[in-house]
C-alpha cells in the first residue's frame, strides 16, 4: 500500500500475512534489498531475527495483540509490527515519523530524547 500527500509519496507498507491484507491484497513474497544485500523478510521473521539485521528500535511497544518497533533514520520511520505469538506482520515506512509527534510519543509512552541521536 503506497500513501501520497499532494503527489508525494508519503508512506508505504508491506504486509507480510494474511490477517492484516483482508480482501484486497496477499501478503508480500518478493525479494527485499538492505543496501547490496538480499535479505529473507517474511511472516516467518522473528523480532530476534528482525534485530540481527537491523539493529535495536528507538523505541518498543508491547501491548496483548502486537509488538510494534519504531526504527528512527532523521525524517524516516520504520514501524515493524510482530504478532504476539511470533512472526513479522507489517512493515511501515512512513515520513515524517509518527514519533515526532509528540501527542503519539506521549501515547506510546515514549521515555526517551526526541529526535534520536
Excluded at 43 to 68: C, I, K, M, N
Excluded at 96 to 113: I, M, S, T
Aim: net charge negative; hydrophobic share 40%.
Amino acid at each position: 500500500m503506497i500513501e501520497a500527500d499532494e503527489g508525494t509519496v508519503v508512506s508505504f507498507t508491506v504486509f507480510f500475512d494474511e490477517d492484516n491484507c483482508a480482501e484486497r491484497c496477499t501478503p508480500f513474497s518478493g525479494i527485499t534489498l538492505h543496501g547490496d544485500h538480499q535479505i529473507a523478510l517474511s511472516h516467518a521473521t522473528s523480532e530476534r531475527e528482525w534485530r540481527e539485521l537491523f539493529g535495536e528500535a528507538y523505541w518498543r511497544d508491547v501491548d496483548d495483540r502486537e509488538t510494534l518497533l519504531f526504527h528512527e533514520f532523521g525524517q524516516v520511520e520504520w514501524q515493524a509490527e510482530f504478532a504476539t505469538a511470533g512472526g513479522l506482520r507489517v512493515l511501515t515506512i512512513v515520513t515524517p515519523p509518527l514519533l515526532d509527534d509528540l501527542d503519539q510519543r506521549e501515547a506510546y509512552g515514549v521515555d526517551k530524547a526526541w529526535p534520536p541521536q
